[in-house]
Nanobody
Framework: VQLVESGGGLVQPGGSLRLSCAAS????????MSWFCQAPGKQRELVAC????????TYADSVKGRFTISRDNDKNTVYHQLDSLKPEDTAVYYC?????WGQGTQVTIAS
């Protein structure tokens, strides 16, 4: 199983980023996919998850209305659109399924 995140970077408050996670080595279309984040000195926490078909999504309260998780089962990719970013969103963002994790992508929000 391989999960490869991309799309992180440095943006100003109020800006946007689109994270991608390319998956391989398992039946992507059958699995729930999630995004977690880990800020410096804090525990890793769930940000959003999406069902295998994409029909059901859930979000942490802190990101509802600002972040959108989606997936393309033909491309074996899950996306995370981050809008209206705040400095407190600064973290490493990880893609996750079952017991597997990607390497993470850094998101930094600063003026």
């Amino acid at each position: 199983v391989q999960l490869v995140e991309s799309g992180g970077g440095l943006v100003q408050p109020g800006g946007s980023l689109r994270l991608s996670c390319a998956a391989s080595g398992f039946t992507f279309s059958s699995d729930l996919m999630s995004w977690f984040c880990q800020a410096p000195g804090k525990q890793r926490e769930l940000v959003a998850c999406i069902s295998s078909t994409g029909g059901t999504t859930t979000y942490a309260d802190s990101v509802k209305g600002r972040f959108t998780i989606s997936r393309d089962n033909d491309k074996n990719t899950v996306y995370h659109q981050l809008d209206s970013l705040k400095p407190e969103d600064t973290a490493v963002y990880y893609c996750q399924t079952a017991a597997f994790w990607g390497q993470g992508t850094q998101v930094t929000i600063a003026s």
